[in-house]
């Protein structure tokens, strides 16, 4: 159990740290692998996320990739939907959680599955005009 606990880790710390939502990984791999209840799930990926993305915050800082003049307007917002998601998380059952989380990451893979068929035809024409 805990060799999962750390593959949940390592690889939530990876995907959150290069900013593309390690949650995706460690919330399957604690509902799947590990029997956690998926509030329960998301409550850990919550608390983990926290030093993961001060650390990843302080680099991109450090890099000069953080925009702050925008980020405060986007910061209010997710601090009201997050506190309005999660007294909606805790009204509603945990099946339908699971399955709400699922067609999130499904409907995820579909639009990054679009988007990367767009880039590959947009560097395809762009090879066929240098030729």
Do not use: R
């Not at 995706?24 to 850990?44: D, K, W």
């Not at 993305?53 to 953080?66: P, R, T, Y």
């Amino acid at each position: 159990m805990i060799v999962w606990e750390i593959v949940a880790g390592v690889l939530g710390g990876i995907i959150g740290g290069m900013g593309m939502g390690g949650g995706t990984l460690t919330i399957p791999i604690l509902t799947i692998f590990l029997s956690y209840e998926q509030l329960a799930a998301q409550g850990v990926n919550l608390i983990a996320f926290l030093p993961m993305s001060l650390i990843a915050l302080g680099i991109h800082i450090k890099n000069h990739l953080v925009a702050f003049k925008q980020t405060w307007l986007l910061a209010v917002i997710g601090c009201v939907f997050s506190l309005g998601g999660a007294i909606l998380a805790n009204h509603i059952s945990n099946d339908i959680l699971k399955k709400c989380f699922a067609i999130f990451l499904i409907a995820l893979a579909v639009w990054q599955l679009i988007e990367m068929i767009k880039e590959v035809k947009k560097h395809h024409s762009e090879a066929k005009k240098e030729e």
